[in-house]
């Protein structure tokens, strides 16, 4: 059976003797710890969700066995170690600053599996894809809205532990190599201020905090058509569109879902003094391509050169790997409105997708549209689009020699872990546990707080038919 069904089916007898406990008084908090090949952590955590509704659960968390946490003093002015959070959830006061004006910051990246392999003694492992650059990113973009900055050591730290704590739910490895998007781990590293502040004066106490939660292939090779936004701005001249704060992400999410319901799949910002400049795309990068029109082989890969977009990860690993990788020409400089017509593939480029291929960019006010190569049955990638993301996520799965050392390894899942990480959060004290293995499924009841774990065990499903 597919792994789909099968979760699907774990999921449904689960949630079911669920429903007999919460009528039997005993609040349910449910923990997943995947035991089963065929199902991977990811697929599990989608049925469980799904079907959560139908059977009555009223406490059915994403299955995730929680966060990292750090906190900056302002006695000492430094980071404490981080720790570990097994709820998933924050505790922060209403007046915060970080609340009330904004002022914070967050990150995005991921961590993928790689598959052993017999034929020259490697072991499965999990890396996490250049997270020194998000380390930077985040550095930068605190800086921009007046928060210390977390140390690049720090980062990687916390980025590690959360990885770790949560291992079992990077998702399998990737055998595909046909270009389509790769299962993952991703990371999202949230910094804020949780001073209670009302003025407007620089807060003095911050939290950095690492969620993780499993994502499946996200666009694939699926292009989209985009529309330019000519009534909006994105950032202002000398303002904050550099960071990767949520001020400047919040305000374009209505006009991109009108674009939405207009057919395109993205949105494209101008620059916004003289809107004559390709900026970036609401949620990635700008790449163009240029070919030489007597040698096609004769590649160029430009990207936007301006003070008011992300330093994109993404397209940064891309044009490194087209420049060394395969000796394409690497320009980094303004792009004129019209010289989008030159270009013969244009992609966006972001750490949820990898390489988003643009089948087209329209500008309303000019009436104009723009093609671009998305392949031969025009539902793909163009050819530079379709190889350089093969050798993007062939690096990241392991598949692809890394030669920059973009890989950084998860030493230990779980290591340095304090221990009883895996109990539960006091919002459900009762429940100290659920197990699960290929056919049943354990909660651990405790009677009272002080119970040991281990007591007091009520198994709500024997043992599933075999559906194999």
Same mark, same amino acid.
């Given at each position: 059976?597919?792994?789909?069904?099968?979760?699907?089916?774990?999921?449904?007898?689960?949630?079911?003797?669920?429903?007999?406990?919460?009528?039997?008084?005993?609040?349910?908090?449910?923990?997943?710890?995947?035991?089963?090949?065929q199902?991977?952590?990811?697929?599990?955590?989608?049925?469980?969700?799904?079907?959560?509704?139908?059977?009555?659960?009223?406490?059915?968390?994403?299955?995730?066995?929680?966060?990292?946490?750090?906190?900056?003093?302002?006695?000492?002015?430094?980071?404490?170690?981080?720790?570990?959070?097994?709820?998933?959830?924050?505790?922060?006061?209403?007046?915060?600053?970080?609340?009330?004006?904004?002022?914070?910051a967050?990150?995005g990246?991921?961590a993928?599996?790689?598959?052993?392999?017999?034929?020259?003694?490697?072991?499965?492992?999990?890396?996490?894809?250049?997270?020194?650059?998000?380390?930077?990113?985040?550095?930068?973009?605190?800086?921009?809205?007046?928060?210390?900055?977390?140390?690049?050591?720090?980062?990687?730290?916390?980025?590690?532990?959360?990885?770790? %704590?949560? !291992?079992? @739910?990077?998702? =399998?490895?990737?055998? &595909? $190599? #046909?270009?389509?998007? %790769?299962? !993952?781990? @991703?990371?999202? =590293?949230?910094?804020? &201020? $949780? #001073?209670?502040?009302?003025?407007?004066?620089?807060?003095?106490?911050?939290?950095?905090?690492?969620?993780?939660?499993?994502?499946?292939?996200?666009?694939?090779?699926?292009?989209?058509?985009?529309?330019?936004?000519?009534?909006?701005?994105?950032?202002?001249?000398?303002?904050?569109?550099?960071?990767?704060?949520?001020?400047?992400?919040?305000?374009?999410?209505?006009?991109?879902?009108?674009?939405?319901?207009?057919?395109?799949?993205?949105?494209?910002?101008?620059?916004?003094?003289?809107?004559?400049?390709?900026?970036?795309?609401?949620?990635?990068?700008?790449?163009?391509?240029?070919?030489?029109?007597?040698?096609?082989?004769?590649?160029?890969?430009?990207?936007?050169?301006?003070?008011?977009?992300?330093?994109?990860?993404?397209?940064?690993?891309?044009?490194?790997?087209?420049?060394?990788?395969?000796?394409?020409?690497?320009?980094?400089?303004?792009?004129?409105?019209?010289?989008?017509?030159q270009f013969?593939?244009?992609?966006?480029a972001?750490?949820?997708?990898g390489?988003?291929?643009?089948?087209?960019?329209?500008?309303?006010?000019?009436?104009?549209?723009?093609?671009?190569?998305?392949?031969?049955?025009?539902?793909?990638?163009?050819?530079?689009?379709?190889?350089?993301?093969?050798?993007?996520q062939?690096?990241?799965?392991?598949?692809?020699?890394?030669?920059?050392?973009?890989?950084?390894?998860?030493?230990?899942?779980?290591?340095?872990?304090?221990?009883?990480?895996?109990?539960?959060?006091?919002?459900?004290?009762?429940?100290?546990?659920?197990?699960?293995?290929?056919?049943?499924?354990?909660?651990?009841?405790?009677?009272?707080?002080?119970d040991?774990?281990?007591?007091?065990?009520?198994?709500?499903?024997?043992?599933?038919?075999?559906?194999?």
């Open positions: 059976m597919a792994p789909r069904s099968l979760a699907c089916e774990y999921a449904t007898k689960m949630l079911a003797r669920v429903r007999v406990l919460e009528q039997l008084g005993v609040p349910v908090l449910l923990r997943w710890v995947p035991g089963h090949a199902v991977p952590g990811n697929v599990m955590a989608d049925a469980i969700a799904e079907y959560a509704a139908q059977f009555g659960a009223q406490d059915v968390l994403n299955p995730l066995n929680g966060h990292i946490e750090s906190h900056f003093s302002p006695d000492t002015h430094t980071w404490s170690p981080p720790r570990f959070v097994s709820s998933p959830y924050l505790s922060i006061h209403g007046l915060s600053a970080g609340l009330n004006y904004g002022q914070q967050y990150e990246l991921k993928f599996r790689h598959a052993g392999s017999n034929s020259n003694n490697s072991k499965e492992r999990i890396t996490i894809f250049r997270p020194n650059l998000n380390a930077r990113r985040l550095a930068h973009s605190a800086e921009t809205v007046s928060i210390p900055p977390v140390p690049e050591e720090l980062f990687i730290q916390c980025v590690k532990l959360a990885v770790a %704590v949560n !291992a079992e @739910y990077v998702p =399998p490895a990737s055998t &595909s $190599t #046909t270009g389509q998007g %790769v299962p !993952a781990l @991703y990371i999202r =590293p949230l910094l804020f &201020s $949780t #001073t209670p502040h009302l003025g407007l004066t620089p807060p003095s106490s911050y939290t950095f905090t690492i969620f993780v939660t499993p994502v499946g292939a996200y666009h694939g090779l699926n292009p989209v058509d985009a529309l330019i936004l000519e009534s909006f701005d994105r950032a202002a001249p000398r303002g904050t569109g550099s960071g990767k704060v949520g001020g400047n992400y919040a305000p374009v999410l209505r006009h991109s879902e009108l674009a939405r319901r207009e057919g395109f799949g993205i949105t494209l910002h101008l620059d916004s003094q003289t809107r004559s400049e390709i900026e970036e795309f609401s949620t990635s990068g700008f790449i163009g391509v240029q070919q030489d029109k007597n040698n096609p082989r004769k590649v160029t890969l430009v990207v936007p050169d301006s003070n008011n977009i992300i330093d994109s990860v993404t397209s940064s690993s891309i044009c490194t790997i087209g420049h060394q990788l395969l000796n394409y020409n690497v320009e980094k400089r303004l792009i004129p409105y019209s010289e989008l017509s013969s593939e244009v992609m966006a972001g750490t949820a997708a390489l988003v291929p643009i089948r087209s960019i329209t500008m309303k006010s000019k009436d104009e549209k723009f093609g671009f190569d998305v392949g031969e049955d025009g539902e793909g990638g163009g050819p530079i689009c379709v190889r350089l993301l093969r050798l993007l062939g690096i990241q799965t392991g598949r692809v020699e890394d030669r920059f050392g973009w890989l950084v390894e998860v030493d230990g899942e779980g290591e340095g872990v304090p221990e009883g990480f895996l109990s539960v959060s006091p919002r459900g004290k009762n429940i100290s546990h659920l197990t699960y293995s290929p056919f049943h499924f354990t909660i651990g009841v405790r009677k009272d707080e002080n040991d774990p281990g007591h007091g065990k009520v198994t709500i499903a024997d043992s599933f038919d075999s559906v194999d």
